[in-house]
């Protein structure tokens, strides 16, 4: 036997859920097994100290045997049980005087590979690391088999019995430590060998799984999954996995067979070649992963939950050590489900938890009830089997709350209630509580009964009463909750005959009947009322129609204009009342049907047709009194005008338009109401030919040869559009008309006529009923032609900007020619008409000189205007140039000087940026202009000439810009340009005003107007403090900084400036400038202006306290400024004098004795600087403080009053100025938002 195993707990053992290790099948050669040949033989099965030995006996109860013992126990055929040991242990048959003892011991000499025994040290308590953890092993005889010797079936002898120790409660888990005896389970296997068993045990499970069982033998189960490899691998030891107080690695190590042990001195190598062809063995690891979770452990079991945790599954053995070169696997991510069933171990599973966690805790479960409980492991798709089930049994607990008891029975006095019993929880219920309000309704509950009976009778009550009661029920574990409150009545007297019925409105089909309580009737008493109705002439007399507590009802599925009888029937508990007085109603007729077989009568004509209809199918139960006819105009059906109203049921509806669509309906009236409308009926008048049209017209002034006829549709179109026309013409001296147009247009035009003719026309209109008559005939004469084309003009140049050009007049086609037009362009074809007359010359004037012109010209009569002659070409000489007529004045930026031709002077070396800047020609005395070259009049112009009026003129090269220098400042010249070429100046342009800029101006003069201890305003110059428009000249003020540079404070027109953020009693140094558009002009020298020293900071409003006669008035303390002490002034106003000053020092506190009681007091206090070489500088007052006269109580005032006039008596203090101000903007923006809000209402929208 293993050193290492602990005794067993029976908190885990005695659980009828640990599935038990069945009886294998028998091996082919199981070693070391000694077969008795005698029927029943004596087995002794030796314990060692600190081991535990477990068995099963007929009942099905567990028996747990702590070492050192010996447990007989008796084989019925004489044989000896197989015995699992774990690798590295041998089993040995002792036979003794008989008796046969089996004995495990390890087995030093099996080391492979000749390595040394492995000595681990104890594991850390972690759930997923891989170690050998002892546990002890279950091993029980099968109940076929064996059974217990001593003291009858199942029972063991004293000595063995007083070894158990069933009060152990500790459940084992993967926190269990090595035992004392400091030996590791099986450390003397090397890794490889170990790996070889692993293998081994794999290929052995899958063979017995394919044969039909695990390593029990037995089929699994529906709800107990088949034993896995792995599946006790590094989890806590369930009742499968204890084998006679043995440690073991895993169960696959006790389900194999005896003969595993032998072949474990197999070749490696040949086990990794059977292998080869098997499936992955990663996914087939990890299924065997999920397969080997443990049982769940069940802890905190309470009434109605009970917590679980489990442990995740470890890796396999062969997992736990990469080969070399390979990486680490990454763990997978396992999630869990948790079943529990309450029908058994074999019965239906619920999940009742899902998810990573190791640990549920179950909910809502029921008192004193036996579940079970399993967990199952997942890994993506991956789905392990689930556990071996656990059972638990919940704790009892206070019965459930009741249902509200039930009157079985009653009378005026009495009640009889009953109840049923709730769930007892798994307590007896012992006795019920019964409680009422005793009838007042107040909600407060006394006892009136309690004891076991499920019925109570309460007697001496009050008539037609209503009672409260509820109910609760109590056990060994506590009082349930009451029920919830039931309302009782005791009975009262049968009711009166109640009025009789009263009818509220009445309907076709339904009427709404009324009817009143019974006079007298109690209002705690319970009244039904049952409504009786006979239909008159039914002959089945009164019938019940309605059965309630209501005082209204609408009997509805009735006949129409039928008359029925009702009567009203009270009753309570006590019987009912004698039937009220019987009341009649009939019900209204119902609206009659539409009127059928709306038809015309006939064929319509163009203007009328006739309509007939048949009365209505169901007249509603009223005859008609008439019929309304109603027409409508068109097909939409959208106005509709009554045309008839009448008992006949025919009509002709007259006054109509040929060819138009109508629609007609019918509906009839009786004392039931209208019907409804019939369906609209569609009418079609038949067209008829249209009307004459106006005689045609001529559209504009008739041509030589064609004239444009246009005429109007006609007034009348017959009912049908009209289709088309037919335009007839009658030529001169010609009776009979020809048709010269037929179509849908409005207008045609008549060609192939003869100038100056008379023609004669008429036209006529058609639909689909025929052409109607014709027209009028009107005359219409044709115009005179135009003039034939005229030949090409003759031109003949006078100058370079004059040509005469000459024509011939051409035929005139029957009118004499009015006029000619000359066209002259630069080009062929944008040439523009420049002569109109009857003349047959024309002078051109205004020509360009060295230009190409076009020319032609055409005759114009009465009749229109002839084509075009061919165009005439024509150049015209060359001349002096053109006016220069754009010129522009350059700007200061222009004005740079490209060639100097002066040396620098000598502050050259002081000026190094010239040459990064340009030098600028100066806008005081120079000049700058640019112009157009214009036209040069086909010679080239060779020079320029500037006139500026008074000075000499500047004769220039052939160049558009010029600087024009040595100019006066502030003049203005008038300047002109002119062009010269080969031929002579051309005309100078028009004349043009400019004007030198004036020199920069001096700087101003810098005065300090206003300062302060933090600004000093500035102001310099004679003009305005705030810059006009119009203003040109700017000024530049600057201010020296700490380093002595100056830096710029303000740039622009203004007079004044104010210096902000600056120091007290500091000088600073000021200079400016003044520019215009001349330039920047001079700093001036440098000002040094000084600030004043800064006064005190006003005090907050003074704190003043009574004391007695006297009062004392306190303030703020303000630190001393710059080195300069501070002291205070309080000033004193009583009732409405002036204020006076009662106090000036350095002290914070002032006590003013013999105070008037009569009299109100004010105080203020204010801070004042004592400067060392200046007067003393004051500080604003602070807030005005009032103080108060005492207010006199009366003798009688009670102790409220008298705290309330102490309030009364403390100084209110008047809103600071901050607090002013801050109260008029609330105010101004309370007014904004209402303005705002009024303007969007009234006047937006």
């Known amino acids: 036997m293993a050193e290492h195993t602990s005794p067993l707990e029976s908190g885990q053992l005695l659980s009828p859920d640990i599935p038990m290790l069945t009886s294998p099948p028998p091996p082919p050669h199981p070693p070391n097994i000694v077969n008795g040949d005698v029927p029943q033989q004596v087995i002794l099965v030796q314990v060692n100290p600190g081991e535990a030995f477990t068995i099963q006996r007929d009942d099905g109860q567990f028996q747990c045997i702590t070492g050192p013992a010996q447990v007989p126990m008796m084989s019925p055929n004489g044989s000896v049980p197989q015995i699992y040991v774990p690798p590295g242990y041998v089993q040995q048959i002792i036979e003794e005087n008989g008796v046969r003892r089996v004995l495990v011991l390890p087995q030093t000499e099996f080391h492979p590979g000749g390595h040394s025994p492995l000595h681990h040290p104890p594991p850390p308590p972690h759930a997923h690391l891989q170690a050998f953890i002892p546990h002890p092993h279950i091993m029980h005889a099968p109940a076929h088999l064996y059974s217990g010797m001593a003291g009858g079936t199942g029972d063991m002898n004293p000595q063995y019995i007083s070894q158990y120790h069933p009060a152990h409660t500790t459940i084992y888990s993967e926190q269990d430590t090595h035992p004392p005896h400091g030996r590791a389970a099986f450390s003397h296997r090397d890794e490889r060998a170990s790996k070889t068993y692993e293998r081994l045990q794999k290929k052995l499970k899958e063979r017995q799984g394919v044969g039909g069982g695990g390593g029990g033998g037995l089929a699994p189960s529906k709800d107990s999954p088949p034993p896995s490899p792995q599946k006790s691998r590094g989890t806590p030891p369930s009742g499968g996995d204890l084998q006679n107080g043995l440690g073991g690695k895993g169960a696959e190590e006790q389900a194999q067979p005896s003969t595993a042990v ?45 917590s679980l945790s489990w442990v995740a599954p470890s890796r396999t053995e062969g997992d736990d050590e990469p080969k070399e070169g390979e990486e680490v696997p990454a763990e997978p991510s396992l999630t869990y489900e948790v079943s529990v069933s309450y029908n058994g171990k074999d019965g239906k599973y619920k999940t009742a938890y899902s998810g990573v966690e190791l640990s549920a805790t179950l909910q809502d479960l029921r008192p004193a009830t036996d579940y079970h409980v399993r967990v199952q492991a997942m890994c993506n798709c991956l789905q392990g089997v689930p556990s071996e089930p656990v059972s638990f049994t919940t704790l009892t607990c206070e019965p459930d709350t009741p249902s509200p008891p039930r009157k079985a029975s009653g009378t005026k006095s009495s009640l009889v209630l009953q109840w049923k019993a709730p769930c007892d929880n798994g307590s007896k219920i012992q006795n019920y509580i019964l409680q009422w309000d005793e009838g007042k309704g107040t909600g407060v509950f006394e006892q009136c009964y309690y004891g076991p009976q499920k019925q109570y009778r ?87 129609s309605y059965d309630g507590d209501d005082l209204s009802h609408t009997v509805r599925n009735l006949h129409r204009s039928t008359t029925y009888r009702f009567r009203i029937i009270a009753y309570n508990a006590e019987g009912k009342s004698n039937p009220s007085a019987v009341s009649e109603f009939t019900t209204a007729p119902d609206r009659p049907g539409c009127p059928s077989r709306l038809t015309v009568k006939g064929k319509p004509h163009p203007t009328s047709f006739r309509l007939t209809w048949d009365p209505p199918k169901d007249n509603g139960g009223s005859d008609v009194t008439k019929y309304v006819v109603e027409l409508s105009e068109g097909l939409s059906g959208s106005s509709w005008n009554q045309v008839y109203t009448g008992s006949a049921m025919e009509f002709v509806c007259d006054g109509l338009s040929p060819g138009c669509s109508y629609q007609a309906r019918v509906h009839c009236i009786s004392v039931g109401g209208e019907s409804p409308l019939t369906e609209a009926l569609q009418v079609q008048t038949p067209p008829v030919p249209p009307g004459p049209c106006q005689p045609p017209r001529v559209v504009g002034k008739p041509k030589a040869r064609e004239v444009q006829i246009r005429w109007a549709p006609p007034l009348v179109d017959g009912g049908s559009a009209v289709s088309s026309y037919s335009l007839e013409m009658f030529a001169p001296q010609v009776e009979e008309g020809r048709e010269v147009y037929q179509g849908s247009e409005l207008d045609c035009t008549v060609g192939s006529l003869l100038p100056g003719r008379t023609y004669g026309f008429r036209i006529r209109a058609a639909n689909k009923a025929g052409y109607g008559p014709f027209s009028e005939r009107s005359e219409v004469t044709t115009g005179p032609g135009a003039p034939d084309t005229c030949r090409p003009p003759h031109v003949t140049c006078k100058s370079p900007t004059c040509a005469v050009v000459s024509w011939e007049a051409p035929p005139c086609n029957g009118a004499a020619v009015s006029e000619y037009r000359l066209d002259w362009g630069a080009a062929e074809g944008s040439m523009q008409v420049c002569y109109t007359g009857a003349a047959l010359s024309h002078e051109m004037r205004g020509l360009l000189p060295a230009t190409n012109y076009f020319c032609r010209v055409q005759a114009v009569n009465v009749a229109g205007a002839g084509p075009f002659s061919d165009a005439v070409f024509c150049q015209t000489p060359c001349s002096v140039p053109a006016t220069v007529s754009s010129v522009h004045a350059l700007r200061e930026s222009e004005m740079r000087v490209e060639h100097r031709t002066t040396e620098r002077g000598e502050d050259e070396e002081e000026e190094e940026d010239e040459e990064a800047n340009p030098l600028l020609y100066s806008p005081s005395t120079c000049l700058g202009l640019r112009w157009e070259a214009p036209c040069d009049h086909g010679s080239e112009i060779t020079s320029y000439l500037i006139d500026l009026g008074e000075k000499q003129p500047i004769l220039t090269g052939p160049v558009t810009k010029y600087i024009i220098q040595n100019l006066q400042p502030d003049t203005t010249y008038r300047i002109r340009i002119q062009a010269l070429n080969s031929l002579g100046a051309g005309p100078f342009s028009h004349t043009f005003k400019l004007k030198t800029k004036p020199l920069p101006p001096l700087p101003p003069r810098l005065e300090c107007t206003a300062s302060s201890h933090q600004t000093l305003r500035l102001k310099w110059g004679d003009g305005p403090a705030k810059a006009q428009p119009t203003d040109s000249l700017q000024y530049h003020l600057q201010m020296e900084d700490k380093n002595g540079r100056f830096i710029s404070l303000y740039k622009g027109p203004c007079h004044t400036h104010k210096v902000q953020r600056l120091n007290e009693s500091t000088s600073y140094a000021f200079r400016i400038q003044a520019f215009n558009e001349a330039g920047e002009g001079p700093f001036s020298t440098v000002y040094t202006f000084t600030t004043p020293l800064s006064p005190p900071a006003p005090l907050k409003a003074p704190r003043v306290e009574r004391v007695d006669e006297s009062c004392e008035v306190s303030w703020e303390t303000l630190p001393p400024m710059k080195g300069d002490p501070v002291i205070y002034c309080l000033q004193s106003m009583q009732g409405n004098s002036e204020f006076k000053q009662i106090y000036k020092g350095s002290a914070t506190s002032f006590q003013l004795p013999n105070l008037s009681l009569s009299t109100d007091y004010r105080f ?52 600071t100025d901050e607090q002013f101000s801050f109260l008029i903007i609330a105010l101004l923006a309370v007014t904004s938002i209402l303005i705002a809000v009024a303007i969007q209402y009234f006047v937006i929208e």
């Open 262 to 306: 032998a072949d474990l001195g197999k070749s490696p190598g040949r086990e990794e070649a059977a292998e080869s062809g098997e499936l992955d063995e990663e996914a087939k690891a990890l299924q065997e992963r999920l397969n080997s979770i443990c049982k769940p452990v069940v802890t905190d079991i309470q009434a109605r939950g009970a």
């Open 458 to 544: 309460l007697t001496k009550l009050s008539t037609a009463s209503r009672y409260s009661f509820r109910l609760a029920a109590k056990n060994d574990m506590g009082v349930s909750d009451f029920s919830e409150v039931v309302h009782v009545m005791t009975s009262c007297s049968v009711p009166a005959p109640p009025l009789s019925p009263e009818l509220i409105q009445s309907g076709v089909t339904w009427l709404c009947v009324r009817w009143q309580r019974p006079a007298g009737s109690p209002k705690e008493d319970e009244i039904g009322y049952v409504l009786e109705m006979e239909e008159e002439g039914s002959g089945y007399g009164f019938q019940a």
């Open 1164 to 1215: 203020r206090v204010c801070a004042i600087r004592q400067c060392q070489d200046a007067p003393e500088i004051i500080g604003p007052y602070s807030s005005t403080v009032i103080l108060l006269p005492p207010r006199i109580d009366t003798p009688g005032a009670s102790g409220t009053m008298g705290s309330k006039a102490t309030e009364a008596q403390k100084p209110k203090r008047s809103l």
